[in-house]
């Protein structure tokens, strides 16, 4: 019997509110607030912050620990904030290594990057990056809410890699293979974009995860020709976060179920996707479906004693 309350609502205030030596896997964790000044916390099993690294860029928006030690940051760069109204909450714009100290390693900066990036195994960069559609395939986006462009201008998402001194060595588009007729957008989402990626991720063998929340669709891209080699959309998934590739092959996922077409209920969940099939082979939500729901961000991660690490965002 678990000693930590199994209902998610009672478990709802900060600190740390449980912890079962037991069964949780131990270590630390690594977190900055969204709208935090920059500041990125280290914290152990006790809740207590054992490290802090002071970035010179506010989130923009996600920070990974690299096998070096090093400290892996995207900064939100504070220039050209005006493209939509909602661009300013994600826009990143810089990324950059940094050591246990703090001291910046490298530092590459792009006025496209957006939500995410990645430091890949050859070494490389990985950006999440938007520009405007041409008026023409911007006409072919179906969905959203009428009339909610940005003064009449569609975004849509395209990746970059980078080498850490700022040369572009590989570049995707999702105009070029993605046909907007096939992938509608939600119907509540406003038309100044039509993908939204809010996350990518390299896979062991070197293909490319991405998310498009706006069209609740997780997309691999083979790397070397470009093509969707496998994709999946929804149902079952709905307005979806942080895809992530497991040692098994599989794929975690954190579902976070805004306007679904499968349920009439409203509720997240994380679920563990195979790729060779697409079924959801394992899933999480709460005891009380109603009380885990987190229309925005949020991830989860796989632990290395089979747990799951939720952040609801």
Known sequence: ???????????????????????????????????????????????????????????????????????????????????????????????LEVDWQGRVVWELRHPD????????????????????????????????????????????????????????????????????????MTAQDMRHEWTHGNTVAETADGNILVSFRNISTVVMIERASGNIVWQIGGPPLAQQHDPRPLPNGNILIFDNGTHRHDNPVTFSRVIEVDPKTSEIVWRYTDQSIFEFFSPYISGAQRLANGNTLICEG
């Open 1 to 95: 019997m678990t000693s930590v309350d199994q209902q998610k609502i009672r478990r709802t205030r900060t600190g740390l509110i449980a912890h079962d030596p037991a069964l949780a896997q131990p270590g630390y964790t690594l977190f900055t607030p969204m709208y935090g000044d920059g500041t990125v916390y280290l914290i152990d099993m006790a809740g207590e912050v054992v490290h802090r690294w002071q970035m010179p860029y506010r989130p923009g928006l996600y920070a990974h620990f690299l096998d070096n030690g090093h400290l892996f940051y995207g900064g939100k760069v504070m220039e050209d904030l005006d493209r939509f109204e909602a661009w300013p909450r994600f826009k990143a714009g810089a990324a």
């Open 113 to 184: 990057h957006h939500h995410d990036a990645r430091k890949l195994r050859n070494g490389n960069v990985l950006l999440l990056c938007l520009a405007p559609l041409s008026e023409a395939i911007a006409r072919r986006v179906k969905g959203g809410l009428p009339g909610t462009e940005a003064n009449g201008v569609i975004y849509a998402d395209y990746l970059l890699e980078m080498t850490t001194s700022g040369e572009i060595v590989w570049q995707w588009c999702s105009w070029e293979h993605m046909e907007p007729e096939r992938y509608p």
